[in-house]
C-alpha cells in the first residue's frame, strides 16, 4: 500500500489535527513545542487538502476512503467512508487555509494568556472536527464531529472566563448548540431505522423512493441541527455571544469555519440525500429563510456598541447571502453561494483578527471608548479597512465579486421562473449591502479615526506575526476580487457541478451502477449554464478607485487655507455662524452617527430589543418552534 498515494489524504488532513492535538497535550508545556506542532499540523492539513486540488477539483475524481469493510452480502454499506468530491474538497481548503492563519495569529495574540496548552488542544480538536465533519462519507461520523467541534467551541468560547459575560456565553452556546446535536443525532437514528445504513451515498440512493413520515421528520431533525451550527435566524444570538467572548482567533473559526459547516450540512441534507431542491416551496424555505437571516442580522450590528458583537452579527448576515443563494437551486446561485461563503471567511476572518489586535493593545471593543487608533495602529487600519470595503461589496475587493454574482442570480431566477418573489431577494440583498457599508463607516469612525483618546496615547502597532495573518488574509481579498474569473472555473464552478452530480457521488460510495440499480430515477447530471448576464472588470473598477483616490489626495493637498485663524479673525467675514459658544473637539460616537435612521425605526429595533432577551430558556424555546415548523413543512411538502 502506497502510504503517499492521494488516496490517503483526506484521513491524513483530518487525523494530522487530531494527532496535534494529543501532541500538545502530552508535550505542551514547551512554548517551542507546542508552537511547532500546531503550526506544523494545521500547515499539513492545508498541504494535504492543496494536494487534492488537481485530481478533484480540476480532473473531477471522487476520492472515496473506506476504514472497515465496504458492502456486505446484505448490500447494506458498513465501516466509516470519507467521500471527497468537489464540494467537500471546497470547504475542505476553506477550512484548512483559515485555521492555519488563525494559528499564526494565536502565536502572539495567546502569548499573554494562562493555559495555552489547553488553547491550542482545543483549537485543534475544534479544527478537525470542522475537517471531519466536511470530508466524511458516514452520517453517524458527521455527527460524532459535529460533537467534537461543538464541545471544543463552547469550552474556547469560555476559555477567558475572567471576561464578562464569557460564562454566559458558553452556556448558552451549550444549551442550543446540544439541542442542535441532539436533532442531527435523532435525525441520523431515525435514517438509520429506516434504510439500514448511514453511509451517504447509499442514503441519498434509497432515502427519495422511500419518503415516508418518519424520514420527512428526519429531514427537519437535521434541518435545524444544521441550521444551529450555521447560527442561520433564530439562532443568531449564539454567534453574537460566542463572538464577543471568544479570543479573535477562536471568533474567527466559529465565523469562518463552523458556520461553513451549517451550510454544507444543509447542501447535502437537501442536493444529495433528500434531493428535493426541485420543489418550489424547497427553494423558497431556503431563499426566505436566508434573506430574512440576512436583513435582520445586518440592522442587529447597526445597533451594536461592541466592536465583536457587531461583527458577529454581520457575520450571520452574509451566511444568509450564501444560504439565499443556494437555494436559488441554480448552477449560478450554487456558484454565486459558494464564492461568497469563501470570500465571507476572508474577509470576516480578517475583521475579527483586526479586532483582536485592537483588543490586544486597548484592552476594550466598546465603541464609545475608543477612536483615532489609525495614527498608533497604521498597518491594522488598512487591513480593517480592506476587510471592511470587501464586506461591504466595494469593488475590486472579492465581496463585490460574488455579490455581483448573487444579484445576477437572483435576477435571472426572477425572469425564469416568472416570481416576483426572487426579485425581492435581489433587493434585499442590496439593501444590506448598503446598510453593511452604513454599519462600517460607523466603526470605522468610531474606532480608527477621530480624536486620539488620552489613555491610548501609549498604543502601539501589533506584533509581526499578528501583522502577517491579516496580511495574508487581506491580499486574498484583493486577490480573489481582481481575477473572479479564475476562482469561478477553478473552484467555486466545479463544487457547483459536484452538487449536481448526485449519481456519481452515489456510485463512487458503493460501486459503479449502483444508483441506476437502486434509483427508479437517476439524478442527469447535466452540463450546468453558468451563463452570466453582464459583466464587469476588477482592473477597470481598480484603476477607477484610484483615479477617484488621487483626484481627492490633490484637492486635499492643494487647498490653501487662510492663515487667520478663528481666534484672531478681526474681519466679520472670517467668523462662523457660532452663538457665542467655545470651539471644542467633540468625538461622533457609535450612538450618534445614524441616530436619525435608528430613531425613524424605533419602533422596529424596540421590538429586537425585546424580542433578544439574552434568556437561554427563550432561545431554547426558539430552538423548539422552529423544530416544530420545519417538522410541519416536512410532513405537509416533502
Known sequence: MNMLSLQHFPIYSIMVLFLGAFLIVVFGRSKVVRHSVALLATCASMLFMMGLIKPVMLGGEIISYWMGARVPAGGYAIGIALEVDALSLFFGLLVSTVVFVACIYSIQYMSHDDNVPQYYTLFLMLAGGVMGMVLTGDLFNMFIMVEILTFA??????????????????????VVGSIGSTCILAGTIVLYAQMHTLNLGQLAALIPGNLTTSTKLAFALLFIGFCTKAFLVPFHPLAADAHGAAPASISVLISGVLTKSGIYGIIRLTYFLFQSMGLGTMQFWLVFLGSVSMFVCVTMALAQHDFKRLLA???????????????????????AGVYHAMNHTIFKGLLFLAAGAVLHETGTTDLGKLGGLSKKMPVTTVMFLVGAAAISGIPPFNGFASKW??????????????????????????????????????????????????????????PFGMRLAMGILAALCIVTGLVPNYVTRFLTEPAAKAVYH?????????????????????????????????????????????????????????????????????????????????????????????????????????????????????????????????????????
Open 153 to 174: 467551541a463552547v469550552a474556547l468560547t469560555a476559555f477567558r472566563n475572567t471576561v464578562t459575560g464569557a460564562l454566559e456565553a458558553a452556556f448558552k452556546y451549550l
Open 313 to 335: 452579527f454581520h457575520s450571520i448576515s452574509q451566511i444568509g447571502y450564501v444560504l439565499a443563494a443556494v437555494g436559488l437551486s441554480t448552477a449560478l446561485g450554487i456558484s
Open 405 to 462: 454574482m448573487i444579484y445576477q442570480a437572483s435576477y435571472q431566477k426572477a425572469v425564469e421562473s416568472n416570481n416576483i418573489g426572487f426579485l425581492a431577494v435581489t433587493i434585499c440583498a442590496l439593501v444590506t449591502s448598503t446598510l453593511t457599508l452604513a454599519s462600517f463607516v460607523k466603526v470605522t469612525q468610531s474606532v480608527f479615526f477621530g480624536q486620539l483618546p488620552k489613555e491610548y496615547e501609549n498604543v502601539k502597532e501589533v
Open 502 to 638: 448526485v449519481g456519481a457521488y452515489i456510485n463512487s460510495a458503493m460501486g459503479a451502477g449502483y444508483a441506476e440499480s437502486v434509483m427508479q430515477t437517476v439524478p442527469v447530471a447535466a452540463e450546468p449554464s453558468f451563463v452570466q448576464h453582464g459583466v464587469w472588470s476588477p482592473v477597470s473598477w481598480l484603476c477607477l478607485l484610484m483615479i477617484a483616490l488621487l483626484a481627492l489626495t490633490v484637492v486635499a493637498t492643494s487647498a490653501k487655507y487662510d492663515k487667520v485663524s478663528l481666534g484672531e479673525a478681526t474681519d466679520t467675514k472670517y467668523q462662523l455662524f457660532y452663538g457665542g459658544e467655545k470651539n471644542f473637539y467633540s468625538q461622533v460616537g457609535s450612538d450618534d452617527l445614524f441616530w436619525g435612521f435608528k430613531h425613524n425605526w424605533r419602533h422596529y429595533f424596540s421590538f429586537m430589543h425585546e424580542l433578544h432577551s439574552g434568556v437561554v430558556n427563550d432561545y431554547a424555546l426558539w430552538a423548539v418552534v422552529a423544530l416544530a415548523l420545519a417538522t410541519l413543512y416536512a410532513l405537509v411538502v416533502l
